[in-house]
């Protein structure tokens, strides 16, 4: 049977690469999609433990150690009737010279529709440079991204709807933060603050986490959600010690204690840690592969970054691996991207909102301000009723200093 003609839908004529921000731009701290870019006294840069925590010179700032050298990277593509799509993701001119320089060739010609095929082509083709994950994954998430967009811009439909629909009315947001009482505040229904502490620090490192928890519940009181969130800088031991004394305080999950690719750690850690309380991981995996092996180690709470995992396209896929062992999966905090597709996931009960504020006390766009019409959670809520705009409801703010370091 012949499509109907407005069904006959339209092909790719250019895909295009910017950057923002990161170590090759010339003005700093402008936050956007590489959401680390903040400027100065911001609680995400405030002596937050990491796995360069051990050498002195790199205790205070992630940035100092690079944690903001990429930058934002946004890739737009056009199709045949001249409607535009977009995403951005943390990628910078890296990811500009790849999408301009590799990537295109996969995605200039096909159908708008063809989002699959031209997933499958620029993952197997990055294979090996790859390695799985990393600045490379990050950039073919923001092709996905931007092809989704484009998709749901053409049958002017919202990404969520192209999915299969919500599964539920609203999304209910935790509050990531250096202020976990002011997040209960404004309606969060938990807190994640990051740990200041780590193996360098010993049992005082501990002692000195534990008492911020301590604090914050005698905030909070007892039923509000407290998080840890580790950034992969810990080991076995530290991290049992750390749930261990963190249970009293009624800790709800203990995040990233290890880099990625320590399974085994992983594995080891969910048998030591006190019975109730659960291990999260994931934003910094990039595969399908990564996701099987953590899933299969008890993480109880699988975290992908949209932007980092391989897009929308992977992200439901690696739903379907959690919900196969009837594990959650809850994205890193990436707005916009991650909501159109937790909405439609029966394992993704909440999400998380990263507070990009620089303390904490007022609800800013996770991506500011780089996306136009970015929804934000209000009463720690967003509402199926506001995604329902064409493709992720977003436009680029073309206000931001742009470059576009390579064409095709
Ligand atoms: C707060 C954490 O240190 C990171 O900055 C945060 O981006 C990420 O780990 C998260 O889970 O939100
Ligand atoms: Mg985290």
Redesign the pocket.
Known sequence: MALAPSLKLPTITHIRAYSMGGAAAKVHGQGGGD??DQGKDHW?DDH?A?PMSKYDEYKQS?QSFG?NVLGTLIVEVEASDGTTGFAISTAGTVGCFIVEHHLSRFVEGKRVDQIKLIHDQMLNATQYYSGGGGVVINTISCVDLALWDLYGKVVKLPVYKLLGGAVRDEIHFYA??ARPDLAQKMGFIGG???THWGPADGDEGIAKDIATLKEMRERVGDNFWLMF?C?MSQDVNYATKLAHAAAPYKLKWL??CFPPQQIESYRELKKNMPKGMLMTTG?HTGTLEGFKELSEAGVDIL?PDVGWCGGVTSLCEIAAVAKSRGQLVVP??SSVYSHHAVITFTNTPFS?M?MTSPHADYVRPQFDPVLIDEPVPHDGIITAEELDKPGFGVELNRECPLERPFEH
């Open positions: 959401y680390h995400i937050i990491t992630r944690i990531t933060g994640k603050m990051p969130d950034w995040e990233e934003e975290q890193h905090g998380e990263l």
